[in-house]
């Protein structure tokens, strides 16, 4: 069965840390750019990291810029989200999506495979 699974997520205070990570399973992630998309309630689904598969390019939403990193490790099928600085905006499901385009974009047409999403909720 091949699927995305993402763990890591959960509360945490505002200015605090979280690792997100996005295992596969059923395939092999080396030859797939990955993409981590989030939506908060009441809004829209929206990009916020993207790592090539060589892990040569990425590519961030300007509201992750400077806070979050995104990386893989491919010997481990999985990609990483580490989220600093955490702000209340940041609260939101976390989906990460495997793609075979080979220039970052956040058109979640070009993503087949999908999570089922994580909650990180940044609250005092």
């Known amino acids: 069965q091949v699927q995305l699974v993402e763990s890591g997520g959960g509360l945490v205070q505002p200015g605090g840390s979280l690792r997100l990570s996005c295992a596969a399973s059923?395939?092999?992630?080396?030859?797939?750019?990955i993409v981590w998309f989030r939506q908060a309630p009441g809004k829209t689904r929206e990009g916020v990291a993207w790592i090539s598969t060589s892990s040569a390019s990425r590519y961030y939403a300007a509201s992750a810029k400077g806070r979050f990193t995104i990386s893989r490790d491919n010997a481990k099928n999985t990609v990483y989200l580490q989220m600093n600085s955490l702000k209340p905006e940041d609260t939101a499901v976390y989906y990460c999506?495997?793609?075979?385009?080979?220039?970052?974009?956040?058109?979640?047409?070009?993503?087949?495979?999908w999570g089922q999403g994580i909650q990180v909720t940044v609250s005092s």
């Open positions: 059923g395939f092999t992630l080396d030859d797939y750019a």
């Open positions: 999506g495997a793609g075979v385009r080979p220039v970052a974009t956040f058109d979640q047409s070009q993503y087949r495979t």
